[in-house]
Structures are given as C-alpha cells and as structure tokens.
C-alpha cells in the first residue's frame, strides 16, 4: 500500500525542490508531486515516498538524485513547430536581419533552445535555418539544447519521433525533413549533426560561460520552462540568460510566460501578435565582470603555424626551439596607455588581456577574443590556462583541431588539468569518437580522485569536483559509453 506524505514533509521537499531545480509545486499540486516522489523513490532505491522524501531531506542532492527526480517531476510536452506565431516572427522577421548581419561578420551563429525536453524545438529550429540558409555548410552554427531530464535528452539525441510530436507539422514538411524508421519519423543527419545536446539544470548550473559554450548567444528560446519554475526562480534564470545574449540578442518565452518578464533588462518587440525581447547594446544586462572598456586594440588574428597532428605527442609537434609561441611578440598590439605610463605589471597586462579576452567572446566577438587570448599566451607561454582559453574560444569557431591541440599543450604543461582533459572528452564527443571520449573522461574521473568533492576546479567557473564527476558519469551515461563510476574513497 502506498504511504501517503505528510504535508509538512511535502512542504518541505517543494522548497528543496524549487531551491535545486526551480520547479515550484504549489499546495495544489502536492498530489502530482506526492506521485513523483512515489515513483522516483523505486529508481532511488528506497523502500517508500516517505522514506525517500526524508532521505533527500537529509543531505544535500547529487546530481544522479536530480535527474532521477527531474525524470518524474518534470513536463516535457513539446512537439514540432509550437507556437506558430513565435517561429513565423522568427523566420520571417528577426532570423532573416540575423542572418543578414551575420553573413557580413563570419558565418557564425550561436542559437539556445533552453530546457528543448526531447528535442522538437531544437530540430524545428534546425530546419528553419536549413530552410532560410542555403549555404549552411559554411557557416558556423552553435546550435545548443538543453534539458534537466536525461530522458527527454536520450529520446532527444535519438531524434526518433511518433505521430504524436508532429501534431502541428505540415505534412510537406515531415516529408522533406525526416525519414520513416519502425513506424516513426527519423530526423534526418544532416539536421541531426546540426543540433548539440547537453545536460544543463538552469537553476544550479553556471551560465554564460564558455565552458558550456553557452555564453554569446544570438538567439535564445526559452519556451514553456519558466511556467514551472517559483517567480524568484525564473527571475534568476532570466538575468543569466540576459547576460547569456550577444548585445542585440533575442529571447523567446512562451505567450503565457510574458508576465514574468515585466521587470526584465530585456526590450520588448511586438511583431503582429507575438511578443518577444531584445537585449540592447545599453542594457542593464553586461558581462558580470563589468562594461567592457579595451584600453588595448586586438591584433588581428594570426594563425596558429603548429598543424595538429592528433596522433603525436604535442611537444613532438612544436618547432625545434619555437618555444610554442603562436603569435610573435613583435606582433602584439600597442600597449594601452597605462602600461606605457609604467601603471600596470606584466602579470596584470595579462589579466586585462585575457579579460578582454572573456569578455569579447561573451560579446561574439571571437576573433577579437582569440586575439587577446593568443597576446596573453605569447607573453605567458608556460600558463595552461591561456593555452585552455584559447582551445575554448578555438571551439567556438569551430576549429577543431586547433583546439585539441591548445588543449594538449595545457595538458603537457599541466597533466592534470582536469578541465581540459573533460573538454578533449566532449570534443571527441562532438566528433563522435566515442572511444576517445571514454578515455578522456576516464582521465577526468581518475584525476578527480585527487580532488576533495567540493573543491571548486581551476578554470572551470566555479564547478565542483563533485559535481564534475557527476556530469561526466552522466554524459557517459547519456551518450552510452559506459557504467557510471564511483568514487572509490
Ligand atoms: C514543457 S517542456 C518545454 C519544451 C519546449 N521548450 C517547448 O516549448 O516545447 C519544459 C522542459 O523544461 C525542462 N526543465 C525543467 N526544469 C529545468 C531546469 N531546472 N533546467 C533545465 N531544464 C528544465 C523540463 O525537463 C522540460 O523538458
């Protein structure tokens, strides 16, 4: 017989639950939450609700234990081409002057569907830039999904669908774009491989960050998630993704969320009947770190002359004596006023360098940022954390390659960097080298050993060493390279 929850329990686990997830359940829906724990507590391995409720209660949650709640707990209704009047706005209206403006400034567009469930609004989105961009093969398109369920971003990465999901899909458009595979509709690759997945809790996780690639967005939608969440909660979760926005960058929430952003930094655009929101070069929403006032100009960017040869040891690679500069110092750009004043140290030219560096790429600006990044590894060579940055920004661009073996030269200066070792690991992901990938995380989790579970990990923007093996144990998960691994301490 099922144990019925005391209210106060149910209270409190609601709070816990808004506080690490930002879902709110109101004395109304205690039922429906009564009946997620119900079921969460068997993939918990408790004996009861009322058991797993004061379990969870008991000490802080771990990753694995949100997942498996958020795969109860969460609604993750979606289907293909929701909302129409939100994509006609986006097709007709602001992907078109993005795609104008961004074919003058590098092909690069950098797209986020937040909290994309099993990934229909992702691929819509995918097929409305195939649809607009006829030569999308040269472009650089980030085109992000996430989700708090590994469910959902399983059947998501599957992108295998039912008639279900495309109750509001013209049929012209099932046919042109996916492929009947055991009574169902199979995305097609091309579309597929255009879409990345990751695991992403809105609430907890650090965002923009260039460690999550989720930083310099042009685009975000952000539909049918913040409806869930408690009012403080999706405020919080709206001034990251403000900060998240390239200036001029767009946000999309559903029509019945508009009411949550009344108090936001973002401008509000009305285009027929739909509302959405901007965020202007002036807002109130800047890079945390501060306006970004370069007393410096960038160097244009200078190719980095080392090819990357991914199957030799990176100091095999490097020319007899060049001692890994990429960029010559004869090269740097004119020092900023206060340095020729004597006001400012090496050591503090080279933050401000690599500031600049962040804050470009939270700008966009990426060659500008591989610039600043590539002045301060010139003047820095044995940091592995410009060597880091640089693979970051590198990936940004898309130049693979160029990245691995940055990241390998941080390695070499550092073995156990543990934050590159994870970024090889999902590059290899994004290259869909899965037995690469496996290596690395398995360096990451070795390395972790050495690492106390909340120790925050160098350059990783404040993420735990704790909570890093937990993504990595369910990314391995998620992409099926393995068993979870447990800490052997
Ligand atoms: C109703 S679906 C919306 C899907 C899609 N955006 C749409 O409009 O069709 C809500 C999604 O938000 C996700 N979600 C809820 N809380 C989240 C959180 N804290 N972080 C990330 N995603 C979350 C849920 O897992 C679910 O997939």
Redesign the pocket.
């Known amino acids: 017989m099922t144990q019925k929850i005391p209210d106060e329990l149910l209270a409190q686990f609601s709070e816990l639950l808004t506080a690490k ?3 709110s359940f109101a004395p109304k829906r205690w039922p429906e939450l009564a009946r997620g724990i119900a079921a969460a507590a068997r993939d918990l391995g408790c004996d009861n609700a009322v058991q797993c409720a004061q379990r969870l209660l008991a000490s802080p949650l771990t990753r694995e234990q949100i997942e498996i709640l ?1 795969s109860h707990l ?6 293909f081409f ?2 129409k009047k939100s994509l006609a706005a986006l097709e007709d209206h602001i992907l078109p002057e993005l795609i104008c403006d961004r074919r003058r400034k590098g092909h690069q567009l950098r797209i986020w ?6 990934g ?2 992702a691929y819509s989105l995918a097929i409305l830039l195939q649809r607009l961009i006829p030569d999308l093969d040269n472009w650089h398109l980030h085109l992000l999904a ?4 590994p469910r ?1 971003l399983q059947k998501a990465i599957k992108g295998l669908y039912g008639k279900w999901s495309f109750r509001d899909t013209p049929p012209e458009l099932i046919e042109k774009f996916f492929a009947p595979r055991e009574r169902r509709w199979e995305i097609l690759p091309r579309l597929k491989r255009l879409v990345n997945f990751a695991y ?6 650090p965002y923009p960050s260039l460690v999550n690639q989720t930083n310099a967005m042009d685009l975000i ?5 913040l ?3 408690s009012p403080a909660q999706a405020r919080r ?1 709206l001034e990251n993704l403000a900060r998240a926005l390239v200036d001029g960058g767009w946000l999309i929430v ?1 029509t019945t969320e508009a009411s949550i952003l009344r108090f936001s930094p973002l401008t509000v655009v009305n285009f027929r009947d739909v509302t959405v929101y901007r965020k202007d070069p002036g807002s109130a929403c800047q890079p945390e770190t501060g306006t970004f006032h370069p007393t410096i100009k960038p160097a244009a960017r200078l190719p980095e002359q080392i090819p990357a040869r991914l199957d030799l040891p990176v100091q095999d690679q490097l020319p007899a004596g060049s001692g890994w500069t990429p960029v010559a110092v004869a090269e740097a750009p004119a020092p900023a006023p206060e340095s020729e004043a004597g006001q400012n140290s090496p050591a503090e030219r080279i933050e401000e360098m690599v500031r600049f560096a962040r804050n470009s790429a939270d700008q966009g600006d990426l060659a500008a940022a591989l610039s600043w990044c590539e002045q301060a590894v010139a003047a820095d060579r044995l940091n592995p954390a410009w060597h880091y940055l640089r693979a970051a920004i590198l990936q940004e661009q898309e130049a693979f390659a160029e990245a691995i073996l940055s990241l390998r030269k941080a390695i070499y200066l550092d073995q156990g960097f543990v934050m590159a070792h994870f970024a090889l690991g999902n590059l290899a992901l994004r290259q869909a080298d899965k037995r690469a990938a496996r290596k690395h995380f398995h360096n990451v989790l070795a390395l972790l050993e050495n690492h106390q579970p909340e120790e925050a990990l160098p350059e990783s923007e404040g993420i735990t060493a704790g909570r890093l093996e937990e993504i990595v144990n369910s990314t391995m998960t998620m992409r099926k390279l393995g068993e979870r691994y447990a800490r052997v301490s």
């Not at 969460?74 to 289907?79: F, K, L, M, N, R």
């Open positions: 997830t930002g879902l958020a969460t609604v993750g209704e979606t289907y929701r909302e569907s937040a909290g994309c469930a099993s229909e609004e996430t989700d708090i369920n959902f992403l809790n809105l609430a907890e996780d939608l952000c539909r049918n998630v409806m869930y969440f979760v559903s």
